[in-house]
Each structure stands twice: as structure tokens, then as C-alpha cells.
């Protein structure tokens, strides 16, 4: 399965600013995926990335407030914009492997 | 659209001893993939098991099993033998095709008890 690091680990961020998160992949994958979640709650996918195309968001996530960039086969970023406390969330990027979708290790972003 | 149930929100077991979690899901689709993921702490998303819907026989990973009633759509999970670093969230998934959308139940916190 691929490996995929992911950073920041943490994060504590003040309201009205952003953060950018990147995860990098020790293979090419075609597809990426973000998801965010919430304290307590399951994973919801925010958007899927392909590289060399705009990324494609879920309902609800719009590329103002999370754009996505995917610039090769192995790297990816989220950047949450003007970020207010209800952004507080463990953001997680994944892959598509030979078993099953493999994840980053999550950047846990508070926002004060 | 897919639907991913946990009904357990919590649940302990005693070391050593077998502790199954249960998940049900909704599909209209025939072939599909299922999944078993676990979270620790470490909020590190860790897959423990994997089901491909057109496979009748259930799948198992050493200590991890599944009980796979594609009929009932029912996907529960067997954890034997349990030990302290299964203490997690448990976390269903359902695919319905590769590089397809993922959906997740609401998960299972597991209480390993020494």
C-alpha cells in the first residue's frame, strides 16, 4: 500500500486566517481524496483530486472556502480559507491502493 | 444513494475475549466493496479488513473476521482474542466501485477492559 505523509500534524490557527495542508505519496495515484472530521463524528469526503483538472467537491464544500491543488501524480494540498472556529476538524487525505484506500495520519486544525 | 449504518455507538470487551460490531448498509448495487477501518488515538485511519461484495466466502485478517450476509446487507466484524491496542473507533465503509466515493458509518468506540 502507498504511504502518504501528511502535515501539518497539528495546528492551531485565529479566526479569518488559512491553512494549508499537504500530503505527499511515495507512488503516483491517479486519484486523491480529502475528508474532514468533525470532533466525534465520522468522515465526510470533501473533494477528489485528479491531477491536471479541477478537483471536484461534495455537496456542501465549495472550492472558495478549500481549494485544492494537485499539481503531479504524488502531491496534493487543502487549504481551509478564512477559517472560524465550526472549521475545527481532523483533515485527512487518502488513495486509492490494491486493498483499500490508505490515509494520512490527519492534521488536527483548531481554530481560536 | 448509500447508507452506512453502525447501530453501536460504544461497546467494551474483556481482554482476551471475542467482541463482534455490527454494521448495516443500503445499496441497489450487486457488486460492491466493504470495509473495516480502525482509528486509535493517533487518529491514524488504519484498514483492518476488506470484502469484495461477488466474493461469497468471508474475508479474515488473524484475529479479524467478517460475518458478510450480502442478502441482509449486513457487514459485522469479529475481533477474537482482544487485545489493549484494539481500542479504537471502529469505522464501516461501503464502495461501490474503485476510485468510487466512500461512505462511512457513524462508527463504533471500543473499549478494550484489561
Known amino acids: 500500500s502507498a504511504v502518504i505523509s501528511q502535515k501539518p500534524s497539528r495546528d492551531i490557527c485565529q479566526r479569518g486566517t488559512s491553512l494549508t495542508i499537504q500530503c505527499q505519496v511515495d507512488?503516483?495515484?491517479?486519484?486523491m481524496f480529502w475528508y474532514r472530521q468533525q470532533p466525534g463524528q465520522s468522515l465526510t469526503l470533501i473533494a477528489t483530486?485528479?491531477?491536471?483538472?479541477?478537483?471536484?467537491?461534495e455537496s456542501g464544500f465549495v472550492i472558495d472556502k478549500f481549494p485544492i491543488s494537485r499539481p503531479n501524480l504524488t502531491f496534493s494540498t487543502l487549504t481551509v480559507s478564512n477559517m472560524s472556529p465550526e472549521d475545527s476538524s481532523i483533515y485527512l487525505c487518502?488513495?486509492?491502493?490494491?486493498?483499500?484506500?490508505?490515509f494520512g495520519s490527519g492534521t488536527r486544525l483548531t481554530v481560536v | 444513494a448509500q447508507t452506512v449504518t453502525q447501530s453501536q455507538p460504544e461497546m467494551s470487551v474483556q481482554e482476551a475475549e471475542t467482541v463482534t460490531l455490527s454494521c448495516t448498509y443500503d445499496?441497489?448495487?450487486?457488486?460492491?466493496?466493504l470495509f473495516w477501518y480502525k482509528q486509535p488515538p493517533s487518529r491514524q485511519m488504519i484498514l483492518v479488513i476488506r470484502?469484495?461484495?461477488?466474493?461469497?466466502q468471508n474475508a479474515t485478517e488473524n484475529r479479524f473476521s467478517v460475518n458478510f450476509q450480502k442478502a441482509a446487507k449486513s457487514f459485522s466484524l469479529k475481533i477474537s482474542d482482544s487485545q489493549l491496542g484494539d481500542t479504537a473507533m471502529y469505522f464501516c465503509?461501503?464502495?461501490?466501485?474503485?476510485?468510487?466515493?466512500?461512505?462511512f458509518g457513524t462508527g463504533t468506540k471500543l473499549q478494550v477492559i484489561p
Open positions: 465503509a461501503f464502495m461501490p466501485r474503485v476510485y468510487q466515493k466512500v461512505t
Open positions: 487518502s488513495v486509492e491502493g490494491p486493498s483499500g484506500y490508505t
Open positions: 470484502q469484495e461484495a461477488y466474493k461469497q
Open positions: 507512488s503516483q495515484v491517479t486519484m
Open positions: 445499496t441497489s448495487e450487486n457488486n460492491y466493496y
Open positions: 483530486a485528479n491531477q491536471g483538472s479541477e478537483a471536484t467537491y
